[in-house]
């Protein structure tokens, strides 16, 4: 397969589009191109990104200091391998990066790390650049703007290579497409062809699986499930948000939405626990007021959630099956035998998502696409009161991009689940939800 799509780069001297299913080894291929390419080459992936935001990890001294630290900023970051050129201010300037220069990397929200990553692989000056899903977590402007900057740099001269999940991100300077599959390349197509025939869906079952007997939420007639009441986060003199009041009532499901950086990710984290500042706040989830000496698990054991920081943080060695399992005890790997109703219900959720067939891998040994399906699994498997998900398609190709989203859906509509949902993607609605929190930068 390589060999082929090497072959065209060398010989047509053109850009390209790779467009594959989840497993099929797309990011391998980018990682294969980056590594072999015959002329100066740079790649920007999500695994690149985990790799980076663990290197942070190791070097946080925040233990030894009077406050966090903010490790490198997204400045130093870009210039660790090339200058600052005015081409690249354009860059800052069209993706709106001037706020978040002097952040700290691990400060940046999904998208905007994949600018910085962007930017930094142009700092090198590459003659080929390989970009795996380019456009996750990037919100709409920022999307309509790397087309832009994509399109100008192939007609500079760029050779580009698009890995890429969905067919209406093709852009048509690579419009050449390899379509591949597990077992390798099934066709090559020009980017106006109907793509959506390589594609199979997949019905849902008419019911989900039934988890485990839990315990209820109960909540008091009239309490919200969520009430934030002026609620603010800055980092130093810099706001994320102010005064923001929010509430949300049992079945009432939510879109938060807006552009990168304006703190939907944080907003989020705010509800789960997760964020330092929360206890500055007056936050009350599921009728309790957050810092009141409260324990964090008699409210996580009622939140499911999936997120990249999810993601990146569940750094455990274990199975798809335990990790799915673990969702029933809000833990990142599991600490005691499972029951056996807990081992059927966590097979049927993963056979539900065409992954039975790898069930004793480990997480970490799959695509990136394939662990989103996981963590999804492990979000739902419990039924939670209140289900969190922040850009739960990334990463997912065309058939388990809108399998996720008729289960969303059908989760929404037919259980006691409440909804928060965050996406960039203006195709990835969901009928169910009908309310929208909205911020701005």
């Known amino acids: 397969m390589i060999q082929q799509i090497i072959h065209f780069l060398r010989a047509e ?3 390209c589009t790779i467009l594959g299913t989840n497993g099929s080894g797309k990011s391998r291929l980018a990682e294969e191109l980056f590594q072999t390419s015959d002329v100066p080459c740079q790649l920007v992936s999500l695994e690149q990104q985990i790799e980076v935001m663990e290197e942070e990890r190791r070097n946080d001294d925040s233990d030894f200091m009077d406050c966090p630290d903010p490790g490198r900023s997204v400045a130093d970051f870009i210039a660790e391998v090339g200058a600052i050129t005015p081409e690249l201010e354009r860059c800052f300037s069209a993706f709106n990066m001037e706020p978040i220069l002097e952040r700290g990397l691990k400060f940046l929200s999904t ?3 994949r ?8 700092a090198e000056k590459p003659k080929r650049l390989v970009l795996d899903e380019p456009f996750d977590g990037l919100d709409i402007q920022a999307q309509d703007e790397l087309k832009r900057l994509l399109t100008r740099l192939a007609e500079q001269g760029l050779q580009l290579v698009l890995i890429l999940n969905r067919v209406d991100e093709i852009i048509e300077a690579a419009s050449t497409v390899f379509l591949i599959d597990e ?3 099934v066709d090559t197509v020009s980017a106006g062809d109907d793509l959506e025939r390589f594609f199979k869906m997949y019905a849902l079952p008419d019911q989900l699986p039934e988890p485990p007997e839990r315990e209820p939420l109960e909540l008091k007639p009239g309490m919200p499930l969520i009430d934030f009441r002026q609620v603010g986060v800055a980092y130093g003199d810099k706001p994320v948000f102010q005064e923001l009041d929010w509430r949300v009532e049992p079945g009432e499901h939510w879109q938060v939405a807006g552009p990168n950086g304006c703190g939907k ?10 964020h330092p500042q929360l206890y500055a706040n007056d936050v009350n989830v599921f009728g309790i007021r957050r810092g009141s000496g409260e324990s964090v698990w008699d409210i996580k054991k009622h939140i499911g959630h999936v997120s990249s920081s999810v993601q990146v943080n569940y750094r455990v060695s274990a199975s798809i ?3 799915v399992i673990s969702g029933l005890h809000d833990s990142i790997g599991i600490y005691r035998k499972p029951l056996l109703q807990e081992i059927r ?5 993963i056979n539900l998502l065409h992954l039975g067939h790898k069930m004793t891998r480990p997480l970490r040994s799959l695509s990136y696409g394939e662990q989103r399906l996981v963590l999804i699994a492990r979000a739902m498997i419990k039924r939670p009161a209140l289900l969190i998900l922040d850009e739960p398609c990334q990463g997912l190709d065309e058939v388990n ?3 996720i989203l008729n289960l969303i859906d059908h989760i929404g509509q037919s259980s006691g689940t409440t909804l928060v949902y965050v996406s960039h993607h203006t195709t990835d609605q969901i009928s169910c939800i009908q309310r929208t929190l909205k911020m701005e930068s």
């Not at 910085?116 to 692989?121: H, T």
């Not at 990710?265 to 997760?274: A, C, F, N, Q, S």
């Not at 219900?345 to 959720?349: D, I, N």
């Open 321 to 323: 099956l335990d990790v």
């Open 115 to 122: 600018k910085a990553q962007i930017c930094r692989a142009l």
């Open 111 to 113: 998208g905007e790390f």
């Open 401 to 403: 991009r809108r399998t």
């Open 265 to 274: 990710t944080t907003l989020l984290e705010m509800v789960t626990g997760d």
């Open 345 to 349: 219900c966590a097979k049927e959720w």
């Open 183 to 185: 077992f390798g390349i």
């Open 13 to 15: 001297e053109k850009s």
